[in-house]
Each structure stands twice: as structure tokens, then as C-alpha cells.
């Protein structure tokens, strides 16, 4: 079969095709840089440059005094540590709670397994705002409320944590486990030699996962946490909005962009990580 100049096979359409995605793509990533860039900008920015008309996009003069002000204006590094304390705890137990039941789902065989399995998944399906009131009247029993025990606590039983490793651990060659059965090792050896390191990838981008979940959560903080000095970041930002948000835009912004630094770091480290991670658990598609 003869195939003609610009049919859909020859290199030459090819190559436009390839050209017009690449464009669609570097379009949709502008886009989405550009909320970044505004907040960026406008961290530097004096309040009366907020409100001129037609806006200002570049900053004139620029105000790098926003940054020292913002950061003194709250306790901001107290939030700055409360967030990032809370999130590596949150993670370190997430990993090992969803680890344990991520194992015993994938290979440990008993009656119901599957149907408790399901019965676990189905608890994602619930919004967090439908449990927050019995959430909220067992925490305040405990005396949790304005505690960070609010916020790690429940935090330990993650079904799309113990769903992700699940798959990864069923990718884990059974003949691993058979092989140091053989060789006496119990269950937990087998746990902690054989199936986590084959896992490790999982783990990493599950934790990044994790901790940026974390480090964004606005909701939990804003019903648990009462006192300021208690307050994460994200709740610590709207409380200055509520102070400063009519006069100076700025000095929010500032706030802002201080508080998207953990977020920056931990995804240029685990993107690739990520990505690869959801492919080859089988949640990427095909």
C-alpha cells in the first residue's frame, strides 16, 4: 500500500503531531505556573501598587521587606515547625501501619479477607466533613482537642496508603517469601528482609505523598486547633489574612510563598518517583 506525503503515517505528521502535543503541554504547564508567578510577584509589591488600576504585574519598587515582615508579624516559625513536625510523624506512621496491613492483605489468607478489604477500600469513599462531628466528640473525650494528637493520631489508618503498598507488595515475586521460609525465617523476618526492600520505591512515594498531604491540611487544623501557638501553617496564613488581608496583600503573599518552599523541595525530589511509582503499582493506566 503506497502511503502519500502528510498521510498519517509518514515521519512528517508525525513530527507535527509530536510538535502540536509538545505545545499543548508547554501551554497547560504555563497555566498552571502562572498562579505561582502572580504570588511571587505580588509577595513584592507595597500596598499601594495592590491597588492600582489597570494591575501592575511587575513590582515597582520592589519590596523585599514584605519577607521579614510576614515572617514577624505571627509566630510563623512556630508554624513553620508545628507543620513539619506533624508531617514526618504523620509519615513515619503511616508507613508503618499501612505497611503491616498492606502485607496482611496481599498475602496473608483467611476467612473474609477479601470482603474486609473491600469493606476498607469503601471507607475512602466518605468524605472526611461526614465523620468530623463523631471524630470531634471522641477526640474531645480524650482531651485531644487543641492538641497536635489530634491531627497525627487518626492519621494512622490510611486505606489508600495500605491500597498503594498492597500492590506493590503483590508485585513482590512470592518466591522470595518461599525461599526464606525455607530457610527458617518467620513471618515478621520475612516482612522486614524480603518484602520491604523489594517495596522501597513504594515507600518513598507514598511518604512524599503523605507529607504533602500533610503540610497542606486546612480543614482538621481548623476544627482541632484553638490556640495560635498551636496552628500549622496553612491555618497560621488565614489568620493572617483575617489581620492584614484588607490593607496589604503583600505581606500575605510573602507568607505564602514562604510556606510553598517544603512543598518545592519535596516534589522536585520525589516527581520522577512518584510517577513511576503509580506506573508500576498499576495505578498510571496503560
Not at 509518514?10 to 501551554?27: E, K, Q
Not at 516482612?191 to 513504594?202: A, E, K, S
Request: glycine share 8%; hydrophobic share 55%; charged share 10%.
Amino acid at each position: 500500500m503506497a502511503v502519500f506525503p502528510g498521510s498519517p503515517g509518514t515521519p512528517a505528521s508525525r513530527r507535527l503531531g509530536r510538535i502540536a502535543l509538545h505545545a499543548v503541554l508547554i501551554a497547560g504547564g504555563l497555566a498552571m505556573l502562572f498562579p505561582f508567578a502572580w504570588m511571587l510577584l505580588t509577595s513584592f509589591k507595597g500596598a499601594r501598587q495592590m491597588l492600582n488600576a489597570p494591575l501592575d504585574w511587575l513590582p515597582n519598587p520592589w519590596r523585599a521587606q514584605n519577607y521579614p515582615d510576614a515572617f514577624g508579624a505571627l509566630p510563623f516559625a512556630q508554624a513553620y515547625w508545628n507543620s513539619f513536625y506533624i508531617a514526618v510523624l504523620n509519615v513515619l506512621l503511616t508507613l508503618s501501619t499501612s505497611a503491616m496491613a498492606a502485607y496482611a492483605f496481599a498475602r496473608i489468607r483467611f476467612r473474609g479477607s477479601g470482603l474486609l478489604f473491600g469493606l476498607f477500600l469503601a471507607t475512602q469513599m466518605v468524605p472526611a466533613q461526614v465523620t468530623v462531628v463523631p471524630l470531634y466528640l471522641m477526640l474531645a473525650e480524650l482531651g485531644w482537642i487543641d492538641s497536635h494528637l489530634a491531627l497525627i493520631v487518626p492519621g494512622f489508618v490510611n486505606p489508600f496508603a495500605v491500597f498503594l503498598l498492597r500492590q506493590f507488595i503483590r508485585a513482590v515475586p512470592i518466591e522470595l517469601e518461599e525461599a526464606a521460609r525455607l530457610d527458617g525465617a518467620n513471618r515478621w523476618t520475612i516482612f522486614w528482609r524480603v518484602v520491604l526492600p523489594n517495596v522501597r520505591p513504594g515507600l518513598g512515594a507514598l511518604g512524599i505523598i503523605v507529607f504533602l498531604a500533610s503540610w497542606n491540611s486546612f480543614f482538621f487544623p481548623l476544627i482541632f486547633l484553638n490556640s495560635t501557638e498551636l496552628a500549622t501553617v496553612p491555618l497560621l496564613i488565614s489568620q493572617f489574612a483575617d489581620q492584614h488581608g484588607a490593607t496589604d496583600y503583600g505581606l500575605t503573599l510573602a507568607a505564602s510563598a514562604i510556606s510553598v518552599i517544603p512543598m518545592m523541595i519535596a516534589f522536585l525530589i520525589g516527581q520522577r518517583r512518584i510517577l513511576n511509582s503509580m506506573a508500576m503499582s498499576g495505578l498510571g493506566g496503560r
